[in-house]
């Protein structure tokens, strides 16, 4: 058995166990316990980084709604596994991986979009300068690393895979690696993998110091898209419409905020961000950001966001049974930009 089809089926078992504990994530300290909507929202973060949340609360659009970081993240289906097991309030991944969840039982809704790809912002497949590499069956007995298994990545690469004429068989014989985004290049350079998938700040970085060209990007591939999303529990919604619908508002308007301003200006607002919060941290990658690449205005969510990855998911047999409908896994009725409306 290759090592991504063990990955998958061993993060398929972790879903069905996260599902068996779902139940339990109700008792949680959100509103439930005081009668009232929760006034703060547990959440993972990211080492160096400001993520949208924290980006909202620092402008003051989360209102009454405090966040409370209970740790980094460096990957989206462990955010998300954390949020629908309840030792978080929210949590963002690859909207694939969202659907993998969903279609497992896990009771979550995704909200609003907080990643994707324009042409600004997007992951990159990166080799050596001197690498033979140069098209899709170069990669056959290749190893590619990546932040995580079984998400946008390895979505992203596999359809790369496919377009370019590899079957089944052959795309089995890429090896895929797991790696934290903050090693993929190191690796890259010391020849440990073959490709290297990087994207934001991290990227950006990266191709500064040289010695890497692009063999394809996702958004070479796929054009602009919203990639990811926030989800809750669906308890936690419903104790706390309010509370999400304030969570979903700031989000959205940090989005416009970042779309708005000059480049230098959200740049120095992160800076500060990430002083403020004291974390020891080196703010090095914040000076490449460049922009969420959230395709839908405030965040809004399309339909065929998740109804792509669906369908990915189906032909590569991950999806057992009915398929879900992207609008059982998505809700825009809590952000204020739908159909044109702003906040």
């Not at 439930?32 to 006034?39: D, H, K, V």
Request: charged content about 20%; proline content about 4%.
């Amino acid at each position: 058995m290759s090592p991504p089809r063990r990955a998958v089926l061993r993060a398929l078992a972790i879903v069905t166990a996260l599902v068996l504990l779902t139940a339990a994530a109700g008792c949680g300290g959100d509103a439930a316990a005081g009668g009232g909507q929760a006034t703060e929202l547990r959440y993972q973060g990211s080492v160096g980084q400001v993520t949208l949340p924290e980006l909202a609360a620092d402008l003051g659009y989360l209102g009454d709604v405090r966040l409370n970081w209970i740790g980094n993240v460096t990957g989206g289906p462990q955010d998300i596994q954390a949020t629908a097991t309840g030792q978080s309030d929210f949590g963002g991944a690859f909207n694939g991986a969202i659907v993998k969840l969903a279609a497992a039982n896990a009771p979550i809704t995704a909200v609003v979009s907080y990643y994707g790809s324009d042409a600004q912002s997007f992951q990159g497949y990166y080799v050596l300068d001197d690498s033979s590499i140069r098209g899709p069956r170069d990669l056959i007995g290749k190893k590619v690393g990546m932040n995580t298994l079984g998400a946008h990545a390895e979505a992203v690469l596999k359809t790369w895979l496919a377009r370019g004429g590899l079957t089944p068989a052959e795309i089995k014989q890429v090896e895929l690696v797991a790696l934290p985004p903050v090693n993929a290049e190191q690796s890259l350079r010391q020849k440990q993998i073959d490709v290297a998938v990087l994207g934001g700040v991290i990227r950006d970085k990266a191709i500064a110091s040289g010695g890497i060209r692009t063999l394809f990007t996702d958004y070479e591939l796929l054009g602009a898209f919203s990639a990811g999303a926030y989800v809750f529990r669906d308890d936690f919604i419903k104790r706390n419409p309010e509370t999400v619908k304030a969570f979903v508002t700031g989000v959205g308007k940090a989005i416009e905020w970042a779309r708005s301003q000059p480049r230098e200006t959200v740049i120095a607002r992160m800076r500060d961000v990430i002083g403020k919060r004291g974390r020891n941290e080196d703010t090095t990658l914040i000076t490449y950001w460049k922009s969420s690449g959230v395709a839908g205005r405030g965040g809004v969510i399309d339909e065929q966001e998740f109804g792509t990855w669906i369908d990915w998911l189906a032909a590569e047999g991950e999806l057992k049974g009915d398929q879900p409908k992207p609008a059982d896994i998505f809700t825009n009725r809590f952000n204020p930009f739908v159909d044109g409306g702003g906040a």
